[in-house]
């Protein structure tokens, strides 16, 4: 566990491992799997851990095009707010900023694009336009409900992009899990307590978060 950054961040070291690795090799990643699984999260982890050597830019993929573009202007080019704002910089002024411009620092970009749960057609023309740049790589996140002609466009679109699945944990990061909040909080959860705990959420992200909100302290507050 890595409290320093997120005590409710447990396990996935064979994911982060793997998402590392293709990035690494240049890859694009299409990350899957059910809502409250965690994806955002490992996301979220391995940009903290690669922070200095690698700038990851998060994007709500259920946007338009056009927003998230805006979105990623901004993000890259946070002096020119005043301008975004007062409609001086047309879309095709942003698009050749995005794709030419220099960039603050030297680190690797990587572009996700999270909460894909529809892949229309703009969507993934969007990312295939970012991947066309050379100056981005880029990681979508999607529903697993996601139909398997569009997921097959999707990947298309960024190849290559390999298709990772995000599953439930197993029981022993589990225990991890509520043994350390238990010992953080002084919750006196026993080893039958833990059991319990881990039988009824089942190593599933979201209702391990749930079941400890729920736990603590009304002065503590959701974690």
């Given amino acids: 566990m890595r409290p320093s950054l997120d005590p409710l961040f447990v396990g996935r070291q064979e994911e982060l491992d793997r998402i590392r690795a293709e990035l690494m090799a240049g890859k694009n990643l299409v990350l899957t799997g059910p809502f ?129 699945t995000l599953e439930r944990l197993d029981s022993a990061t589990a225990r991890e899990f509520f043994h350390a909040w238990s010992a953080m909080h002084r919750l006196g959860w026993g080893p039958a307590q833990l059991r319990g705990l881990v039988q009824a959420t089942r190593g599933y992200p979201l209702g391990m978060r749930e079941t400890v909100a729920a736990a603590l302290p009304a002065e503590t507050g959701a974690p």
């Fill in 36 to 164: 409250g699984i965690g994806r955002t999260a490992v996301l979220r982890h391995l940009a903290w851990e690669l922070k200095e050597t690698w700038a990851f830019t998060f994007l709500d993929g259920a946007l338009t095009p056009g927003r998230m573009r805006q979105d990623l202007f901004f993000t890259l080019f946070p002096e020119q707010r005043e301008a975004l704002r007062r409609g001086w910089l047309s879309p095709a002024a942003q698009r050749r900023a995005i794709a030419g411009q220099a960039l603050p620092d030297r680190r690797s970009r990587v572009v996700v694009l999270d909460n894909l749960a529809k892949a229309t057609r703009q969507r993934i023309d969007f990312a295939r336009w970012l991947r066309s740049q050379g100056r981005f790589q880029v990681v979508a996140v999607t529903e697993r409900f996601l139909p398997e002609q569009a997921l097959l466009h999707l990947r298309t679109a960024l190849a290559p992009a390999p298709l990772l």
